[in-house]
């Protein structure tokens, strides 16, 4: 390719079987269990999602519809996934992870952590973010390559609104790994998210709330939501704004906070309030350019540990005008 030199791309190449081999991907099974890559990422998916059909799980792991067919047909006869007929297309069966299946999920997702996290830490603390970047921009780029070149990821990601099989779960995850992973949160963080969504979502059925997700590739990478009734009279609350480290930069952030607050502004609310805390810049950075303030500042502990707690607020007449 013009402008990339041959060293680098041959750096590229090396460093990428490397990795292929030290990850174990060269042996018959993976991940410390009795399956191969293929029937792993299979658990790992359906376990993240909490639900998929075959259709998405060929889309996600980018293998031909009969391979994930006969895959799956292997884990159900292992008792490692079960089908059941899905609701929205009686043709289609939807995959669920068995009692059974729940236990691999959770024990390939510790080994892979540990694996991880053993391989980061003689590394510089400054030296993890450059993995992760590196990583997940060379995923986008091999992305978009099998994809074509026409589509960003943002057009590759569509916004639904509504319910989503599997979207509490997934919330969740995405919020646990992020905050985890940068601040240190634990269970008690995860269990606020997934009981505060499961709550919400109860509660769809009123015309003051919504909830938006980001998916890709039948994937949800994304979420928003706007509460209309906790916080009283003409004040919509913005919650579980969250993006898959793989969409950070792509604008898929910006595109849901968008649909979120032109739901509010259609409602004819007077402002909108959300709570963060101090040391998330780039979301800051987000909500400033829509027209957020900064309106109160303290220490608090409603993460499950001591942070400066923030609430930003947008009035409705200071939302920005095109």
């Known amino acids: 390719m013009p402008g990339i030199a041959p060293s680098l791309v041959d750096s590229v190449r090396s460093a990428s079987r ?3 081999r030290e990850l174990g991907f060269m042996q018959s099974t993976l991940a410390a269990t009795d399956y191969p890559p293929s029937a792993v990422h299979a658990i790992l998916e359906i376990g993240r999602q909490q639900s998929l059909t075959a259709a998405q799980l060929a889309d996600i792991l980018n293998l031909d519809k009969s391979s994930v067919s006969r895959m799956v047909r292997k884990l159900v006869e292992a008792d490692e996934v079960q089908e059941s007929a899905s609701g929205a297309d009686g043709r289609a069966k939807t995959l669920t992870l068995t009692p059974q299946g729940q236990r691999t999920w959770a024990a390939v997702e510790a080994f ?3 694996q991880v996290a053993a391989a ?4 510089a603390k400054a030296q993890h973010s450059v993995v992760r970047d590196g990583l997940v921009a060379y995923a986008q780029a091999l992305e ?3 994809l074509g070149p ?3 990821t943002a057009e590759q990601t569509r916004i639904a609104r509504g319910y989503q099989p599997g979207v509490i779960g997934r919330v969740a995850q995405m919020h646990a790994d992020y905050y985890a992973h940068n601040f240190g949160f634990g269970q008690f963080f995860e269990s606020q998210v997934a009981t505060g969504m499961a709550e919400f ?3 769809l059925d009123c015309p003051h709330n919504a909830l938006w997700t980001a998916v890709q590739a039948g994937r949800t990478v994304g979420s928003i939501a706007i ?3 906790d916080l009283g009279g003409e004040i919509a609350h913005l919650r579980w704004f969250i993006v898959d480290d793989s ?3 792509s604008g898929v952030g910006r595109a849901l906070l968008q649909q979120a607050l032109a739901f509010c502004d259609q409602q004819g609310r007077a402002a909108v309030h959300l709570w963060t805390f101090q040391g998330l810049d780039a979301a800051r950075r987000l909500y400033e350019s829509e027209g957020f303030v900064l309106a109160q500042e303290q220490p608090g502990s409603q993460w499950g540990t001591e942070l400066v707690e923030q609430r930003f607020v947008r009035l409705r007449e200071a939302a920005p005008t095109v």
Do not use: N, W
């Open 18 to 20: 490397k990795m292929v």
């Open 112 to 114: 892979g952590r540990q």
């Open 120 to 123: 980061l830490a003689p590394l």
């Open 144 to 146: 978009a390559l099998r």
């Open 150 to 152: 026409v589509a960003s």
């Open 201 to 203: 979502t109860a509660r």
């Open 227 to 229: 509460d209309g009734e």
């Open 247 to 249: 969409q950070r930069g």
